[in-house]
């Protein structure tokens, strides 16, 4: 079973690197860029039964600092 | 007093610090592995060393602060124990809950390395009883990710407590409020960007870092 979790700034929080890329692709010519936000995605390979709850866990505990960062986990269908 | 420095990979601190605890406590401090599960028995205080612990993989200091010794600090902490963190150490202690908010990547994106001046806020922490409260200081800072942030609401407790001990002068890496340094709410962890153990000695360009080791050590043996 395979799970994605994206990690993303929470609102409000500066994201300088966002900010960098948006400038730079402003500097190729792309226009209309209103913001650009730049975060993470895991991916995990999980044994078949594992939980949400569990998966909750390590982004608690590890994947996400939630002080700064919000997480959403994304389960894949097995292909 | 007998000390601990904790060493991970990607560590680079860790000897700068020994070097400035033994020359103020006169005695080598322990070097401990980050796989180690115990400290020493009868440690009087931790360092948690500048680097880029684990590459910095994930976050600054993510790594580090789930590593087995991180346990036993804590504990350590929890019993009172002083522990300082510097720069990575200061990331390490707020990704392992020792200290509240966040270290970010500086405002401007580029690494900040040279010498800053700094008020000290409190001086009536362990840490910082041997400066004048107000009084203006210079430490340097080496980093990329020193950039503090918390909710608002943290950010008022803790100047409430008077729990900020090291403020920046000057804008240097986008910090709320300029925070330099904090301590826990019990007072026996302070982390902080700038690097103390890099001016002890007039060879350094600076003794200011001096003190703050000195008044650890008087108010351990007192």
């Not at chain 1, 730079?24 to 730049?38: K, Q």
């Not at chain 2, 510097?86 to 990704?95: A, H, M, P, W």
């Not at chain 2, 890496?173 to 002890?200: F, Q």
Request: overall charge negative; aromatic content about 6%.
């Amino acid at each position: 079973m395979k799970a994605r979790v994206f990690i993303t700034l929470k609102n409000g929080v500066l994201d300088p690197q966002g900010k960098a890329i948006h400038h730079a692709l402003e500097g190729l010519g792309f226009a209309g860029i209103n913001d650009v936000r730049a975060g993470k995605l895991i991916e995990l390979d999980l044994a078949e039964g594992t939980s949400d709850g569990d998966i909750e866990d390590m982004c608690r505990k590890l994947l996400a600092n939630t002080v700064i960062e919000n997480f959403r986990i994304e389960r894949l269908e097995d292909a | 007093m007998n000390t601990a420095v904790i060493v991970f990979p990607g560590s680079n601190c860790d000897r700068d610090l020994a070097v400035a605890l033994e020359q103020v406590t006169g005695r080598k401090p322990h070097r401990v592995w980050h796989r180690d599960t115990k400290l020493p028995d009868g440690i009087d205080f931790i360092g948690v060393p500048g680097g880029f612990s684990y590459g910095d993989y994930l976050r600054s200091g993510a790594m580090a602060a789930r590593s087995p010794i991180m346990r036993a600090v804590t504990d350590a902490a929890g019993r009172g124990v002083p522990v300082i963190g510097i720069c990575n150490g200061f990331q390490v202690l707020t990704e392992a809950g020792l200290l509240p908010g966040a270290l970010m990547r500086n405002a401007r994106l580029s690494f900040v390395c040279r010498e800053v001046p700094l008020r000290v806020e409190n001086s009536q922490s362990l840490f910082t009883s041997q400066y004048e409260a107000g009084e203006k200081i210079a430490f340097p800072v080496a980093h990329h990710d020193g950039n503090y942030q918390a909710d608002e609401a943290t950010l008022d407790r803790l100047e409430g407590e008077g729990r900020v001990a090291f403020r920046y002068l000057d804008e240097v890496n986008g910090s709320a409020r300029n925070i330099a340094g904090i301590l826990n709410d019990s007072g026996n962890v302070l982390g902080l960007m700038p690097h103390p153990e890099r001016v002890i000695e007039p060879a350094h360009g600076g003794t200011d870092g001096r003190r703050l080791f000195e008044g650890l050590l008087e108010t351990v043996n007192a």
